[in-house]
């Protein structure tokens, strides 16, 4: 099955600085990359995603990177402010596979994200 | 807009008892995904339901079983609780007939097993 290994498990920042949090993942059927910011006690909420034919997405401060040959994905979270301190994860799946269905997402373990004012 | 509806939001068991969660996905959504995440933990995926046939199967105890119903929503049945069984769970639903793969999760359901 997929194994997803997310770097660093904490991360401390200034605010306004930029954090970068790196998955990698060993699943190469995997197609389906999202990101989730999770606050304590609250449910993940999506923040970014990324499909296996893109290399590249962003919006606004948040812009995700994916090396389908190295098996790797990037989340990069620039002019970082208060509200971006939380825990993010990573994720990885055959979501879109072609006979339907649906394949759990395998998370990474979770960075905390600490945004130092 | 309708979001992932479950219930209940707390639970609070003994040892051996059984527990059932309820979760009604966004209209329209065709899977269901059940997720337990413990204490400072990431979220591991149990299982999940496409148009009511069970689709993928993760980390689920044989202790647990689940269904989707023809309404679509869906019940996790937990017996035979264990202390390690307290975490949070989520479900979450999204429609794979667009293929998007895009999640949307409920706000959880506490359980503690006492």
């Known amino acids: 099955g997929e194994n997803v290994e997310q770097h660093p498990s904490t991360l401390s920042v200034q605010e306004g600085d930029s954090a970068v949090i790196k998955c990698t993942y060993s699943?190469?059927?995997?197609?389906?990359f999202p990101w989730y910011k999770q606050e304590l006690g609250k449910r993940p909420q999506l923040i970014i995603d990324?499909?296996?034919?893109?290399g590249e997405k962003k919006d606004q401060r948040i812009a995700v990177t994916l090396n389908k040959t190295a098996k790797h994905f990037s989340l990069h979270i620039t002019e970082t402010q208060p509200e971006d301190s939380a825990v993010y994860f990573c994720?990885?799946?055959?979501?879109?596979?072609?006979?339907?269905?649906?394949?759990?997402?395998?998370f990474g373990k979770g960075t905390h994200l600490i945004i130092q004012p | 807009a309708a979001g992932v509806i479950q219930s209940p939001r707390h639970l609070i068991k003994e040892k051996r008892e059984t527990a059932t969660l309820k979760c009604y996905p966004i209209?329209?959504?065709?899977?269901v995904y059940w997720y337990q995440q413990g204490p400072g933990q990431d979220p591991q995926f149990l299982i999940s339901?496409?148009?009511?046939?069970?689709?993928d199967k993760g980390s689920i105890p044989d202790r647990f079983s689940a269904q989707q119903f023809s309404d679509y929503h869906s019940e996790l049945n937990m017996s035979s609780l264990e202390l390690g069984d307290s975490a949070l769970y989520f479900c979450?639903?999204?429609?794979?007939?667009?293929?998007?793969?895009?999640?949307?999760f409920g706000e959880g359901s506490r359980l503690t097993v006492l």
């Open positions: 339901f496409y148009e009511k046939m069970q689709s």
């Open positions: 990324i499909r296996s034919n893109v």
């Open positions: 209209p329209r959504h065709d899977t």
């Open positions: 994720a990885a799946t055959r979501a879109l596979n072609s006979g339907g269905g649906a394949d759990g997402l395998t």
């Open positions: 979450a639903s999204s429609l794979e007939g667009q293929g998007t793969g895009e999640l949307f």
């Open positions: 699943d190469s059927a995997s197609n389906y």
